[in-house]
């Protein structure tokens, strides 16, 4: 699959001619206008802040959190290995973020294949059963073949073909929508998700430790320049200059910046804040409108004991009604503490979001004793933690998926705004990148390399997945000051 075809790019003459390095000659910057602002502190804008950061730019990151990492959530305790409640794991050893892990040195192990076994009263755990998962998917990919018409929603393909609620509830995983139930989804998105996730992935990564300590050390080089809880609640703009109100200390602040980065997620931006003004294209409230977010609940339960090994030997976990409910071990079998992580999504995630902590926590836990009735789990619970991604305030939500004839949207998000408004985050990237954390770090450095492109810096050497840091060329940012801003193809 493809990328993202992007925009081509304006290379005015500034570089080209004098042979020399701007960076001595250039009047400095104003201090009352930044370069670059960024909206948030998540992987993505990080990314984008370190590029940018490297090439001479003044930058600014404005995070609402009081951490970075965005969706990416690791709790440090009770548990030594790190306990994820937002991002799990790496996906696939080609992945963009190896290029950091491997910077950083931190410590990864391999995880086996998804092979929970399913769980249902009726039937009780249950083993995958291959052979009849590959003749589903083969009717699954006669089908889509042979489809020809409008783009539905999942659920309606799946009704027209006959497939049954439970062959439905097998498949509805193939089509990306982890997050959200067949009826909430794009057929022509499923159709294009899913052979592209299966050609790209090959092995998924668990960061030993916790995720977060890749963004931390990201953060840590970038200092000062990352500002946290600083919510933006607006943002006015006009050709060559944005001006971003953001509450920081109690106090409104206003700054001014030549180029701003917005990796905002959809379910944030959807809601009509920050404000921006002039509203945003058309164009551009489409492509927001035309994806959504998705819905989970991380729930983390320490046990005094593994005790659910007991009852499904050989099994590291379970899922159960359409596997939008699971249980599994986050820790290598006999290292760790006992704790089972549940990762629940679509209308069982909303369930436990509107039920509140304590209810939904209880509920969670009802889960467990359900699938496991003489463990007494809820006797044996010594700590739990959840994580409602749905009520998060700077998120609302996982992760993207499309709606229904949304399929081109993602490109459109992604095109910037008169060179000045850029976006960045997962859902900009195309499929199978998009509803992952190296999607959303490829879309920052997509987004850096566009504003040094729209100044006319060559980035062709720049961007090459460099192991250590990178000796930039001095000049970009006496750019911004000289060359102004190149009209872009949509306005």
């Given at each position: 699959?493809?990328?993202?075809?992007?925009?081509?790019?304006?290379?005015?003459?500034?570089?080209?001619g004098a042979g020399t390095l701007l960076h001595g000659c250039a009047k400095p910057?104003?201090?009352?206008?930044?370069?670059?602002v960024v909206l948030g502190a998540g992987i993505s804008g990080l990314g984008a802040?370190?590029?940018?950061?490297?090439?001479?730019?003044?930058?600014?990151?404005?995070?609402?959190?009081?951490?970075?990492?965005?969706?990416?959530?690791?709790?440090?305790?009770?548990?030594?290995?790190?306990?994820?409640?937002?991002?799990?794991?790496?996906?696939?050893?080609?992945?963009?973020?190896?290029?950091?892990?491997?910077?950083?040195?931190?410590?990864?192990?391999?995880?086996?294949?998804?092979?929970?076994?399913?769980?249902?009263?009726?039937?009780?755990?249950?083993?995958?059963?291959?052979?009849?998962?590959?003749?589903?998917?083969?009717?699954?990919?006669?089908?889509?073949?042979?489809?020809?018409?409008?783009?539905?929603?999942?659920?309606?393909?799946?009704?027209?073909?006959?497939?049954?609620?439970?062959?439905?509830?097998?498949?509805?995983?193939?089509?990306?929508?982890?997050?959200?139930?067949?009826?909430?989804?794009?057929?022509?998105?499923?159709?294009?998700?899913?052979?592209?996730?299966?050609?790209?992935?090959?092995?998924?990564?668990?960061?030993?430790?916790?995720?977060?300590?890749?963004?931390?050390?990201?953060?840590?080089?970038?200092?000062?320049?990352?500002?946290?809880?600083?919510?933006?609640?607006?943002?006015?703009?006009?050709?060559?200059?944005?001006?971003?109100?953001?509450?920081?200390?109690?106090?409104?602040?206003?700054?001014?910046?030549?180029?701003?980065?917005?990796?905002?997620?959809?379910?944030?931006?959807?809601?009509?804040?920050?404000?921006?003004?002039?509203?945003?294209?058309?164009?551009?409230?489409?492509?927001?409108?035309?994806?959504?977010?998705?819905?989970?609940?991380?729930?983390?339960?320490?046990?005094?004991?593994?005790?659910?090994?007991?009852?499904?030997?050989?099994?590291?976990?379970?899922?159960?009604?359409?596997?939008?409910?699971?249980?599994?071990?986050?820790?290598?079998?006999?290292?760790?503490?006992?704790?089972?992580?549940?990762?629940?999504?679509?209308?069982?995630?909303?369930?436990?979001?509107?039920?509140?902590?304590?209810?939904?926590?209880?509920?969670?836990?009802?889960?467990?004793?359900?699938?496991?009735?003489?463990?007494?789990?809820?006797?044996?619970?010594?700590?739990?933690?959840?994580?409602?991604w749905v009520r998060d305030p700077w998120a609302l939500g996982s992760y993207s998926?499309?709606?229904?004839?949304?399929?081109?949207?993602?490109?459109?998000?992604?095109?910037?705004?008169?060179?000045?408004?850029?976006?960045?985050?997962?859902?900009?990237?195309?499929?199978?990148?998009?509803?992952?954390?190296?999607?959303?770090?490829?879309?920052?450095?997509?987004?850096?390399?566009?504003?040094?492109?729209?100044?006319?810096?060559?980035?062709?050497?720049?961007?090459?997945?460099?192991?250590?840091?990178?000796?930039?060329?001095?000049?970009?940012?006496?750019?911004?000051?000289?060359?102004?801003?190149?009209?872009?193809?949509?306005?």
């Amino acid at each position: 699959m493809g990328r993202i075809t992007r925009r081509a790019f304006l290379h005015t003459s500034a570089l080209a001619g004098a042979g020399t390095l701007l960076h001595g000659c250039a009047k400095p910057p104003s201090p009352s206008i930044h370069d670059v602002v960024v909206l948030g502190a998540g992987i993505s804008g990080l990314g984008a802040a370190r590029d940018l950061v490297r090439a001479g730019l003044d930058v600014v990151v404005l995070e609402a959190r009081d951490r970075v990492g965005g969706r990416i959530h690791s709790l440090a305790e009770p548990a030594p290995h790190g306990l994820e409640v937002g991002a799990q794991m790496i996906h696939g050893s080609h992945a963009p973020t190896w290029s950091l892990v491997n910077e950083f040195g931190i410590k990864t192990r391999p995880l086996g294949r998804w092979n929970r076994s399913e769980w249902t009263p009726a039937r009780g755990f249950q083993k995958p059963d291959r052979v009849r998962d590959e003749a589903l998917f083969r009717r699954l990919n006669d089908a889509y073949h042979a489809h020809h018409g409008d783009d539905v929603s999942y659920k309606e393909f799946l009704d027209s073909i006959k497939f049954t609620p439970d062959e439905q509830d097998h498949v509805s995983e193939n089509a990306l929508s982890w997050s959200a139930e067949p009826d909430e989804m794009s057929l022509r998105a499923a159709m294009e998700d899913s052979p592209a996730w299966e050609a790209y992935l090959d092995q998924n990564f668990q960061v030993v430790g916790g995720y977060r300590q890749i963004p931390e050390k990201i953060a840590s080089e970038l200092g000062d320049r990352v500002r946290l809880k600083s919510p933006v609640r607006a943002i006015d703009w006009k050709r060559g200059e944005a001006e971003i109100t953001c509450e920081r200390e109690g106090k409104t602040e206003k700054l001014r910046a030549r180029r701003a980065v917005v990796t905002l997620p959809i379910g944030v931006l959807q809601t009509g804040q920050p404000a921006f003004s002039p509203e945003l294209p058309a164009w551009k409230r489409k492509s927001i409108d035309a994806l959504h977010m998705g819905r989970v609940v991380v729930v983390i339960l320490l046990f005094d004991d593994w005790f659910w090994r007991q009852y499904a030997p050989g099994v590291p976990g379970w899922s159960t009604r359409g596997r939008r409910i699971s249980f599994g071990d986050p820790h290598p079998a006999g290292k760790g503490t006992p704790a089972l992580s549940g990762w629940i999504t679509g209308r069982p995630a909303q369930e436990l979001s509107d039920l509140g902590q304590e209810d939904g926590l209880k509920k969670a836990l009802s889960w467990v004793e359900e699938a496991l009735p003489r463990s007494g789990a809820g006797k044996r619970l010594q700590w739990s933690y959840v994580r409602d991604w749905v009520r998060d305030p700077w998120a609302l939500g996982s992760y993207s998926y499309t709606r229904p004839g949304g399929i081109a949207q993602r490109a459109v998000l992604a095109t910037p705004i008169q060179d000045l408004l850029f976006f960045a985050g997962e859902a900009t990237e195309p499929a199978p990148h998009y509803q992952t954390v190296h999607g959303a770090y490829s879309s920052g450095r997509r987004v850096a390399r566009e504003i040094l492109s729209s100044l006319g810096v060559d980035v062709s050497a720049l961007f090459r997945a460099p192991a250590g840091p990178v000796a930039w060329p001095a000049g970009a940012a006496a750019l911004l000051t000289s060359a102004g801003s190149a009209s872009s193809t949509i306005a």
